[in-house]
């Protein structure tokens, strides 16, 4: 079965505010990444954070990491039309990157 | 900066015809991964390759082969295509498998008719 699994599957916002994504897997990671994909475009590293670490920014991202609950969230702040895309998390346990089943973000101008 | 090359980007085929796709890493990259991804659905794993040999396989059906060559560049050989094939193939390299990033292609987009 799938390592990551994503929610919401979708989400619709008003531009300006936050949008929060969740992650969530199953065995020991080495690392989590998350991407982004405009539709019927290729993927776009955002963020990695590593299994050591709990949380990391990256300008209006954040992300957070709890090994202990195998799960891992993704903040966008002040969010933008631009950010409108798919957003997958990516779990690396050594052998393999397993992908999420993604968000699809709606921000509304 | 350099980043993954896949040709083609675009690819039509007829049922029961092979299709190659290609894929060039970052220079220097020594993993190569393929995946493939049907219409609204995400990435699915289908195989990999650390310095030229087959390092892991997911969910790659027997009627696909792939391989890396001296050059670090991958094939992905598809034969006997079936209209459940049409999807997007992306190619992705890294250089530490441990704690690096996958840099993406944009991908190779198949139809099958």
């Known amino acids: 079965s799938q390592q990551g699994e994503e929610d919401p599957q979708a989400l619709s916002i008003q531009e300006g505010e936050n949008a929060t994504m969740n992650c969530s897997y199953k065995?020991?990671?080495?690392?989590l990444q998350w991407y982004r994909q405009n539709s019927g475009r290729g993927l776009v590293h955002l963020i990695l954070?590593?299994?050591?670490?709990r949380e990391k920014h990256s300008g209006r991202l954040r992300v957070t990491l709890d090994t202990s609950k195998k799960s891992s969230s993704l903040l966008i702040t002040a969010s933008r039309a631009a950010d409108t895309a798919s957003y997958f998390c990516?779990?690396?346990?050594?052998?393999?990157?397993?992908f999420g089943t993604g968000t699809s973000l709606t921000v509304i101008p | 900066a350099a980043g993954v090359i896949q040709s083609p980007r675009h690819l039509i085929k007829e049922k029961r015809e092979t299709a190659t796709l290609k894929c060039y890493p970052i220079?220097?990259?020594?993993?190569v991964y393929w995946y493939q991804q049907g219409p609204g659905q995400d990435p699915q794993f289908l195989i990999s390759?650390?310095?030229?040999?087959?390092?892991d396989k997911g969910s790659i059906p027997d009627r696909f082969s792939a391989q890396q060559f001296s050059d670090y560049h991958s094939e992905l050989n598809m034969s006997s295509l079936e209209l459940g094939d049409s999807a997007l193939y992306f190619c992705?390299?890294?250089?530490?498998?441990?704690?690096?990033?996958?840099?993406f292609g944009e991908g190779s987009r198949l139809t099958v008719l």
């Open positions: 992705a390299s890294s250089l530490d498998t441990i704690t690096g990033e996958l840099f």
């Open positions: 065995t020991s990671i080495n690392n």
């Open positions: 954070i590593r299994s050591n670490e």
């Open positions: 990516a779990t690396d346990t050594g052998n393999q990157f397993y």
């Open positions: 220079p220097r990259h020594d993993t």
């Open positions: 390759f650390y310095e030229k040999m087959q390092s």
